[in-house]
């Protein structure tokens, strides 16, 4: 998996086995920064009533795709690694995207030092 991060747009694309696994024609995600309200490297909560449609889950191994929960459409591709990214989204197909990446802290502070002067610029309020 490989994340770009531009002036105005984070761009994740994934390798053709983890499209493999998250069941997903898509290679890239293109999200705007507007559309991101935060990104964190806390643990994600996950719970048994999530609804996967379409995705892989191997406990303590894997969990990748499309899932719904009582907080909306969610996209994981999460390993059994602990270095987790979240980006909380709003007006996107995805209310939520979490992954495991080498270097999460550091991506976590670049996405929001991005959002910081994005809304400084434009005086978009912070959610």
């Not at 996209?75 to 197909?93: A, C, G, I």
Request: avoid cysteine.
């Amino acid at each position: 998996m490989q994340l770009n991060l531009t002036t105005n747009r984070l761009t994740i694309e994934l390798e053709w086995y983890e499209q493999l696994w998250a069941v997903t024609l898509e290679r890239q995600m293109h999200i705007p920064l507007s559309r991101i309200d935060r990104a964190t490297t806390e643990e994600p909560q996950s719970n048994w009533a999530e609804i996967r449609a379409p995705g892989t889950f191997l406990p303590g191994v894997i969990k990748a795709g499309t899932y719904y929960t009582k907080r909306g459409k969610e996209f994981w591709y999460v390993t059994s690694d602990r270095d987790y990214l979240t980006l909380e989204l709003h007006d996107e197909p995805y209310r939520r995207i979490v992954i495991t990446i080498p270097d999460n802290i550091v991506w976590a502070e670049r996405i929001d030092r991005s959002l910081t002067e994005l809304r400084s610029d434009r005086q978009i309020p912070i959610e």
